[in-house]
């Protein structure tokens, strides 16, 4: 039996056939339709969310399946004081795989060492969204073309933005990816990400606090929303929120090409008016989560179409 807690726990060759049948599941949909009949998926949200739940939840209905679950820690037992343990051995019984989000790091890993059904990690805390980043590198392979031989920049809050983490992650095993890292000085990205990842493994990176000074020269964007919920007090949020704001002006220093992508939710760092951008691919980016959470779900359960 598999999970999927970090982006690590599949190999290059497992992503590309991952990405590959999330393509084929977009062509083809209705050759999925019932590859879960009766199978159930256990959506467990201790946090709140849209995107992710709800495509766990598409996913599963797509391919013929049913879900159950919660959408936040007070409407389950753990209001009671039920730990996260317990809860997945319980869910165990009623599901076939459970998608997991949680405010802790580490919980997801946790709900894997006692689970007897495959785990998704959903977002743990300010650590890793790995779910996410398959989201992230399907949109890119499919509009781009490749994950190879990319300028890749990643701006606002680096320091809890789970998603630029478990992107970076991901990305780095792929050949000649540059990482331009954009962000104020209280939102770097994590010291171990820096030191334990991208110089480990001589990646070639640089870290710049003005976004027009950098996206001349990058293939994508990778914006994020300032984590208000990971923040210790408010008046740090408050004058840190709208550091960056992508507008008209500045994508006019942009290629014609680069893709601007975002995890979503967005809060103000890229104004309305960039919606009809061509080079804007969120939305399209959201749609995609669907196509690879549903390859996912086949390929956590051994399922072949
Ligand atoms: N991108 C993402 O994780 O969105 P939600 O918080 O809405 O799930």
């Known amino acids: 039996m598999r999970h999927l807690i970090s982006p690590l726990d599949f190999s290059v060759e497992e992503l590309d056939k991952l990405l590959d049948l999330a393509n084929d599941i977009e062509k083809n949909p209705d050759k999925y339709a019932k590859a ?21 939840e598409a996913a599963m209905l ?6 159950l679950g919660f959408a936040g820690a007070d409407s389950s037992s753990a209001a009671k004081g039920e730990s996260v343990s317990d809860t997945i051995r319980v869910i165990s019984s009623y599901a076939d795989i459970c ?22 990690n959903a977002g743990d805390g300010g650590h890793q969204h790995p779910t996410q980043t398959l989201t992230d590198l399907l949109t890119i392979r499919s509009l781009k073309g490749r994950l190879d031989n990319i300028t890749i920049g990643l701006c606002g809050d680096l320091k809890f933005g789970r998603t ?14 540059k990482f331009v890292l954009i962000s104020p000085e209280e ?36 914006m994020t929303r300032v984590q208000r919920e990971r923040f210790f007090n408010e008046e740090d949020y408050i004058r840190l929120k709208d550091f960056y704001v992508l507008n008209k002006e500045k994508l006019e220093l942009a290629k014609d090409d ?20 061509p080079r804007a691919v ?16 086949l390929t956590l359960l051994e399922i072949e179409v």
């Open 258 to 277: 680069m893709l601007i992508l975002h995890p979503l939710p967005r809060v103000n760092e890229i104004a309305v008016e960039v919606d009809d951008d």
């Open 62 to 67: 797509n391919l013929g399946g049913s879900v």
């Open 282 to 297: 969120y939305f399209k980016q959201a749609q995609y989560g669907v196509y690879v959470r549903m390859a996912l779900i």
């Open 36 to 56: 879960c009949d009766r199978k159930k998926i256990a959506t467990c949200f201790y946090e709140p969310s849209t995107r992710t739940r709800l495509s766990f």
């Open 187 to 222: 939102l770097r990205v994590p010291e171990y990400i820096r030191e334990d990842v991208l110089k480990a493994k001589g990646i070639e990176y640089k870290e710049v606090e003005r976004l027009e000074d950098a996206i001349g020269e990058l293939d994508a964007l990778y």
């Open 164 to 177: 630029v983490h478990s992107l970076i992650h991901a990305l780095v095993r792929y050949e000649n990816v």
């Open 99 to 120: 998608a997991i989000r949680h405010p802790k790091e580490g919980a997801a890993l946790v709900a894997a060492s006692k689970s007897t059904i495959p785990v998704i």
